[in-house]
C-alpha cells in the first residue's frame, strides 16, 4: 500500500516538474524578444554613415530618437521595421520627415537639411547593418 502511494506521489510530482518546465518553457519568448530589441538598440546607437559630414549631422539630429528608439521610432539597422515604410516610396519618406509623420517631428532636429540630405539620412537608417 506505501509503495502505491508513494509511486503516486511520485507521480505527481513528475507532473508538477513537467508543468513547471513548460511554464518557464513560455516565459522564455517574451524574454528572448526584450534580449533582441536590446541588441537592436544597442547596435543602433553604435552605427553611424560613412560619410563624416552626414554622420556629423545624424549624431546631432536622427540618432537622439533613431539611435535609442526613442517615442517609438525606428531603429537605425532595424530592416524589418524600415522595409514597409520603405516600400511607400522615398519620396513620401523623404516629405514625411520634413512635414512630420505622427511621433515623428517636422525635420527631425535638422532645421538646415536639404532634401537630398534628408533623402541620405533615410537610407542610411533603412538599409544600415
Ligand atoms: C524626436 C524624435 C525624432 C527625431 C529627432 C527624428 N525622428 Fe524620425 N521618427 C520618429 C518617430 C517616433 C517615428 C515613427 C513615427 C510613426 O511611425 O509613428 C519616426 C519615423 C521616421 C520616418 C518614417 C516615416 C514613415 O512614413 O514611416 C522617417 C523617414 C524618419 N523618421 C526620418 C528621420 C530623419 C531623416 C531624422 C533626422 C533628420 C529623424 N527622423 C529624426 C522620431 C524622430
Redesign the pocket.
Known amino acids: 500500500m506505501e509503495l502505491v502511494s508513494l509511486r503516486r506521489s511520485l507521480g505527481l510530482v513528475g507532473i508538477f516538474l513537467i508543468l513547471a518546465l513548460l511554464t518557464s518553457g513560455c516565459s522564455k519568448s517574451p524574454d528572448s524578444t526584450v534580449a533582441n530589441r536590446a541588441a537592436l538598440g544597442e547596435r543602433a546607437l553604435s552605427l553611424t554613415p560613412a560619410d563624416s559630414d552626414l554622420a556629423e549631422?545624424?549624431i546631432r539630429?536622427?540618432?537622439?530618437?533613431?539611435g535609442t528608439g526613442?517615442?517609438?521610432?525606428?531603429l537605425t539597422g532595424d530592416l524589418d521595421n524600415?522595409k514597409?515604410?520603405m516600400d511607400?516610396g522615398m519620396d513620401?519618406?523623404?516629405d514625411?520627415?520634413i512635414n512630420g509623420?505622427?511621433?515623428?517631428?517636422p525635420?527631425?532636429?535638422?532645421f538646415e537639411?536639404s532634401p537630398e540630405?534628408?533623402e541620405q539620412?533615410?537610407a542610411f537608417?533603412?538599409t544600415a547593418e
Open positions: 549631422i545624424y539630429t536622427c540618432r537622439s530618437c533613431h526613442a517615442s517609438a521610432a525606428p524600415w514597409p515604410r511607400k513620401i519618406l523623404v514625411n520627415a509623420f505622427q511621433g515623428m517631428p525635420l527631425g532636429l535638422c537639411c540630405q534628408f539620412l533615410i537608417m533603412a
